[in-house]
């Protein structure tokens, strides 16, 4: 599952008609409609309680066989919105059963519940051997801090999505096989996010 994530120049957004990026849908769009586009099926944080958990169930039935559906998420844990914790944990919880048992990578994001994350992904996931990254493959989307939290994470087994707003540090330091660019909602294109960090880190080298 890393590799066809490994062909897709953009691993997130939320811009429909790429063929080249894995679209975030949500459960609801999926039931009314299957993309015909590689997509993942989102459990956003900010919409996640008994009815969205619900949806989710239920396009994850429908989507079961469904070539397109390449990813779960974006999905996670987030301290600066309003759904109560109880809802968020049910619902990555969901998520992450449900990528582990038909081995597809996760999209995840991740605001403030750094520790609460990693602890969730070791007891559903199993905690990968050192340097190993988890399987199915972790993708926190996104990523805007800095290295030390950066290491922690790799080290965990996570792999880094780096966007428009990415630390330079963090960008230098991140090993190949765990880095992945992503547009989000930024309508910045793609490749000049992947060449800014691509000569960034050719730098170093």
Known sequence: MSQTLRTLADVHTHHAGKTD???SVPPERVLQEHPRTPYSLSLHPWYAGPGQLDCFRKALESCLNDPFCQAIG???LDNRCNTPFEWQLEAFRSSLIAARE???PVIIHCVGYWDETVRLLDE???KPADGQPYEPLCVIHGYRKGP???LRLLSAGCCLSLGEKFNPEVARLVP???LF???D???EDIWNIRKKIVNLRAENR
Do not use: V
Request: proline share 0%; charged share 35%.
């Open 185 to 187: 909602e930024s309508q």
């Open 148 to 150: 030390q939290l950066a």
């Open 102 to 104: 038909r081995n597809k």
């Open 124 to 126: 559903l996931l199993g």
């Open 181 to 183: 660019f992503e547009t």
């Open 176 to 178: 190949d096989d765990r």
């Open 21 to 23: 990026a894995l679209l």
């Open 74 to 76: 974006e999905c996670g």
